[in-house]
């Protein structure tokens, strides 16, 4: 510290090693309470964006009921949890009985830009009305602009009852990619 | 074993990289300053001179100022999860309690940094008041700062609210009817603060829109004007002259030392509080249960204990012309108070006073908190069937204050509905023979486990 910087007036001022210590002190005391306010605000703060939407399997029906070959559209409600609050969505689905008895279910949003699709009867086929992409019973693409397969939702059959667990995919990409 | 050369050289490596960050900063800071010209700016923040050295005792104001900031800071983080309307904010408290990390830290530190916020005020105040450091040229000062106090006090009344659980709401209720027995505006003064006749979602987002945007705007203005005026007229110093004049210090770096040390200690108390104390909330608030008696923050409890005491006609001098008056001396302290001494020891009539109202505010606190205390002792028979009820899964079908199945009864009160011992040992040892037609199986209960059980039925009831 040159002559010029020293404090004038006469105040008593604490200088060389005694003012690193007060420094340093403070510095330290700074620091312990930016952490420890740091660490729990912030990992509050961003701990939902690393929580993974928690899925159940839900009943949508009845495989009885299903014939081969033949898709069925299935609607059943699921709950959704959004933060603190449960909501009841109603969600369909379409599953189609395969000859040996097990059950494919397709997301009912189409692959192209998430339209609902339809099964056309005569057709035998699959129809998304907004830009005409069709697919055939196993979910292939069979025209337009859709880039992929229709997505394939985990399905199981216990107890006579199909079960589902439902997911939604990006739209657009040729890879089916979770949301 | 440990290997030494390695903390050796650890250490060497965190001395190196300190020192490193501490020349970044100096060199960030002179960029700084050769373009702003700061070193001014800093002389004035810091070098404030300090009438008799730095000390101690000095500390309490930093303190309170350090804790609105935390109670700021937290405040936002909870704002990100809080809803405020009486179908939501309960959950979303819960939720913050239960299921964001670090959520229930957070409302800890925000919990308990306003008990702490105003104890610091009160020992702030009472140093002030010690010193006489509000006579002249400090009026001003005292009387924003009682503002101040004032400020912070509503925040806690309209922070109670917020989670929305019985305890709140009633509190609440009691709180704005208070203020409904002021005569000829207290009618109108309720209505304006529930927001119409009934405490409601109304109630409950002007609460929250006050405690979080009002309240801080007027606080942050009240702590800017208290500021400047300690600025204009500076701190008081030792209560005699001659010591004051003996020496004098610079604000940097021992009192900035001090009061580092001093918040990092309250820092440490409130965030080992929040760690160690668990904040539970009461049942979601419920408007038709009239028989829940609240209890108020520990702050207000002294004034509640008073409330106990007038009854009748009586009732209006505590409800609002004590306090009033009380207010009303606190901000005009200064000119009641017009020796011109600052040693207390030669201020006896000021001290009394002074000691008096500490002893008559502290002696109902202790009395409060006495019966708080005298009355929910739990028995360990109690303890002992909680116990019970959860190692046979009573929980499975039944409910107790929204935790359980819904299948059977809910006996969040069933005390009070059955306050009948021999009725509950009968029902357990054999459900169907006092309630026919009942599902529930008999539990294999050994006769200690039986009077434990009913124990802890009878202690269900609603909370007093
Ligand atoms: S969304 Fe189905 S074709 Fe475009």
């Not at chain 1, 997301?107 to 992409?133: M, N, Q, V």
């Not at chain 2, 006896?348 to 409060?368: D, E, K, T």
């Not at chain 2, 299948?407 to 011992?421: C, K, Y």
């Amino acid at each position: 510290m040159t002559e010029a910087e020293l404090p004038t007036g006469g105040f008593s001022t604490p200088v060389g090693s005694r003012r690193t210590f007060f420094h340093w002190i403070t510095a330290a005391a700074a620091v312990f309470v930016g952490i420890g306010l740091a660490i729990p605000m912030v990992g509050s703060l961003i701990s939902p964006a690393f929580v993974r939407r928690r899925r159940d399997w839900v009943d949508v029906g009845a495989v009885d009921e299903l014939f081969p070959g033949h898709p069925t559209q299935l609607d059943h409600v699921t709950t959704i949890r959004d933060g603190w609050m449960e909501t009841k969505a109603q969600k369909a689905v379409w599953a189609v009985k395969q000859p040996q008895g097990d059950v494919k279910v397709f997301s009912p949003i189409c692959t192209h830009l998430g339209c609902g699709y339809r099964w056309d009867d005569a057709e035998k086929k699959f129809l998304c009305p907004c830009h005409g992409s069709s697919y055939d019973v196993d979910g292939r693409v069979l025209g337009g602009p859709a880039p992929r397969p229709l997505d394939l939702l985990p399905a199981k059959v216990e107890n006579g009852r199909l079960l589902v667990l439902y997911k939604e995919f990006k739209s657009g990409l040729p890879r089916s990619v979770e949301l | 074993m440990l290997d030494w050369d390695i903390v050796a050289c650890n250490s060497e490596f965190i001395i190196q990289n300190l020192s490193f960050v501490n020349e970044m900063a100096s060199r960030l800071y002179a960029w700084l300053d050769s373009r702003l010209n700061l070193k001014p700016v800093q002389r004035t923040l810091l070098d404030e001179p300090i009438p008799g050295g730095a000390s101690w005792i000095y500390v309490f104001g930093s303190a309170t100022l350090f804790l609105f900031v935390l109670q700021a800071t937290t405040g936002m983080f909870l704002a990100i999860y809080y809803a405020p309307t009486p179908d939501h904010a309960y959950d979303s408290v819960r939720f913050i309690e239960t299921e964001i990390t670090f959520g229930w830290f957070v409302r800890g530190l925000h919990h308990w940094g306003a008990s702490a916020m105003v104890v610091a005020i009160g020992l702030h105040m009472l140093q002030t008041f010690l010193y006489g450091a509000y006579k002249s040229p400090r009026e001003v000062m005292w009387m924003v700062g009682v503002v101040l106090f004032l400020i912070v006090m509503t925040f806690a009344f309209t922070g109670y609210l917020l989670p929305w659980d019985q305890t709140a709401y009633w509190a609440t209720q009691v709180g704005i009817n208070m203020v409904g027995t002021v005569p000829l505006v207290g009618d109108l003064f309720s209505r304006v603060l529930r927001g119409g006749e009934t405490l409601g979602a109304l109630t409950l987002s002007r609460f929250f829109a006050i405690h979080v945007l009002f309240l801080p705007a007027i606080l942050i203005g009240g702590i800017a004007l208290h500021l400047f005026i300690l600025r204009r007229v500076g701190p008081a110093g030792p209560w005699t002259d001659d010591r004051a004049s003996l020496s004098s210090e610079t604000f940097a770096p021992r009192q900035v030392y001090m009061d580092a040390v001093v918040i990092a200690g309250v820092f440490l108390v409130v965030a080992t509080l929040a760690f160690a104390i668990p904040l539970p909330l009461t049942d979601r608030a419920d408007p038709s249960d009239t028989s829940f008696v609240p209890v108020p923050e520990w702050y207000f409890l002294f004034y509640y204990e008073l409330l106990k005491y007038v009854h009748g006609p009586l009732e209006p001098l505590a409800t609002w012309i004590l306090p009033l008056l009380i207010v009303l001396i606190m901000m005009c302290w200064p000119f009641i108070d017009r020796n011109q001494v600052r040693n207390p020891i030669r201020r006896p009539v000021a001290l009394g006073s002074g000691l008096l109202f500490l002893s008559i505010v502290f002696g109902l606190l202790g009395i409060s908190i006495k019966d708080l205390y005298a009355v929910p002792r739990t028995d360990p028979a109690v303890a002992r069937g909680k116990a019970v009820y959860a190692q046979f899964g009573c929980a499975g079908c039944h409910r107790i204050h929204g935790e359980g199945g819904a299948v059977a009864p809910d006996l969040s009160t069933v005390g009070d509905v059955r306050p009948d011992r021999a009725w509950h040992l009968k029902h357990f040892r054999d459900p169907q023979a006092t309630s026919p037609g009942s599902f529930m199986p008999k539990f294999p209960l050994t006769d200690q486990q039986l009077n434990d059980l009913t124990s802890y039925m009878l202690s269900l009831k609603r909370a007093t």
